[in-house]
């Protein structure tokens, strides 16, 4: 079945370091593939997304490169800022006859320290 | 912009008891779902649900879990006889149609089960 690895965390980093967050996949098809973000007391939101290979998705200054080769989907940001801090979440959507099942990685805790 | 909202935001019930978790979805999307997440696990998916009844289940949706759409806006998760393993983060999403389509999280119920 679809599966999702994430890098283990906790991570902690410095203001204005530079973040990565590796995410692997095992997928059937075709998947479209999803970061989202969880901030303290709150729900699950949409940090990104890319749909097929080759394609980069990107917001507030995140970034993740959808890499078939590699089934990987890694996060990226050039400075993160305390504001960052978070639960961060690697998910995937198969294609196919699914309808809409997410599988999401374990998530990775996000400290940023000033 | 349009938000999924949840019902209530904490519920606290005895084991054996039937709770009912309510979700508005976005007003213009046709497909709704329910995750849970156990503190410290991944995020699993429960079931999706499109044109009045359900389009997939995973393994833990058994017996003891319903879904409904009592109207038009309301989406519900009912747990006949609440186990302590129940006790977890539910969030409801909701998406314009299935496929690729990015769904939208609610910010959970989080239910505990004594």
């Known amino acids: 079945g679809d599966s999702v690895t994430q890098m283990e965390g906790p991570v902690t980093l410095s203001e204005e370091a530079f973040l990565t967050i590796n995410c692997t996949y095992t997928a059937t098809g075709y998947p479209s593939l999803f970061w989202y973000v969880q901030y303290p007391g709150e729900g699950l939101q949409l940090l990104l997304k890319?749909?097929?290979?080759?394609d980069k998705g990107s917001n507030k200054g995140f970034e993740a490169t959808y890499r078939k080769e590699t089934t990987s989907f890694h996060l990226e940001k050039g400075s993160v800022q305390v504001s960052d801090s978070a639960v961060y979440f690697c998910a995937l959507l198969s294609g196919g006859t699914s309808y809409g099942k997410l599988t999401f990685g374990q998530g990775t805790i996000l400290t940023v320290h000033p | 912009e349009p938000e999924v909202t949840q019902t209530p935001s904490h519920q606290v019930t005895q084991m054996g008891q039937e709770v009912i978790l309510r979700c508005v979805p976005i007003?213009?999307?046709?497909?709704f779902y329910w995750y849970r997440q156990i503190l410290g696990q991944k995020v699993e998916f429960l079931v999706s649900f499109y044109n009045n009844e359900i389009s997939e289940k995973s393994e833990i949706f058994d017996d003891q879990f319903s879904v409904e759409r009592p109207d038009g806006s309301n989406f519900t998760l009912k747990i006949r006889s609440t186990k302590l393993e129940d006790s977890a983060m539910y969030f409801c999403?909701?998406?314009?149609?299935?496929?690729?389509?990015?769904?939208?999280f609610g910010p959970g119920t989080r239910l505990l089960v004594l």
């Open positions: 890319a749909t097929k290979a080759d």
């Open positions: 999403a909701s998406s314009v149609s299935s496929g690729k389509e990015t769904q939208y």
């Open positions: 007003s213009n999307h046709l497909y």
